[in-house]
């Protein structure tokens, strides 16, 4: 069974940077792809990006090349960095291992962890 | 404003059925990519449904089912439980060369009366 657990901090201030961890057990970050989904309170799921098993990513072009997402095999997590930081990203963030690209639903979630963008 | 549409909201009486419609368009649904969907309990993580169109990850009942059409998805849930009550999500690929590989719908909110 697959299990994923996002960590960090839950208060970012504006302008710096958001960094999250998702540690990841009954998996190989190593093969398929991982992902990172962010849900803004009271919306919708918006896909932030992915590492794939190569270590390539993919990211959402909304973001504007704010975020950036890379891997530790060692330890089995990846890790989520978004930069200049606004209110607008406020939000539950959610690591997820998507199943392939195209075939590209998410079979495994973290529970979430709520990042809280304010001075 | 999502690039998959879903209606807000639907409702229906416990045992009947209802469905939620996900809307696409060529660059994704009616590109033949598949749909998923999501089932999210308030204050948990989303949770799959339902994978490539109309298969059911293992422990899902098989009141939930999916279809496609052209540039539109259906799930269908029948014989409808207090327990259905939740906020599902419609997924898929898209292959817009300015938009995100990985798009979602608004999302629709499951009333059981």
């Known amino acids: 069974q697959v299990q994923l657990q996002e960590s960090g901090p839950g208060l970012v201030k504006p302008s710096e940077t958001l960094s999250l961890t998702c540690s990841v057990s009954g998996a190989s970050v190593s093969n398929k792809y991982w992902s990172w989904i962010r849900q803004a309170p009271g919306k919708g799921l918006e896909w932030i990006g992915h590492i794939r098993d190569l270590g390539s990513t993919t990211y959402n072009p909304s973001l504007k090349s704010r975020a950036t997402i890379s891997a530790d095999t060692s330890k089995n997590q990846f890790s989520l960095k978004l930069r200049s930081v606004t209110g607008a990203d406020t939000a539950v963030y959610y690591c997820a291992r998507q199943w392939a690209r195209y075939n590209n639903y998410f079979d495994s979630w973290g529970q979430g962890t709520l990042v809280t963008v304010s001075s | 404003q999502s690039v998959l549409t879903q209606p807000p909201s639907v409702s229906g009486a416990p045992g009947q059925r209802v469905t939620i419609s996900c809307t696409g368009s060529?660059?994704?649904?009616?590109?033949?990519?598949?749909v998923h969907w999501y089932q999210q309990l308030p204050g948990t993580a989303p949770k799959l449904l339902i994978f490539?169109?109309?298969n059911r990850p293992s422990g899902v009942p098989d009141r939930f089912s999916g279809s496609k059409s052209g540039t539109s998805a259906s799930l269908a849930i029948t014989g409808l439980q207090a327990e259905d009550e939740a906020d599902y999500y419609c997924q898929s690929y898209d292959t817009s060369l300015t938009g995100s590989d990985v798009v979602f719908g608004g999302g629709t909110k499951l009333t059981v009366l």
């Open positions: 060529s660059s994704n649904i009616g590109a033949l990519y598949d």
């Open positions: 490539d169109t109309n």
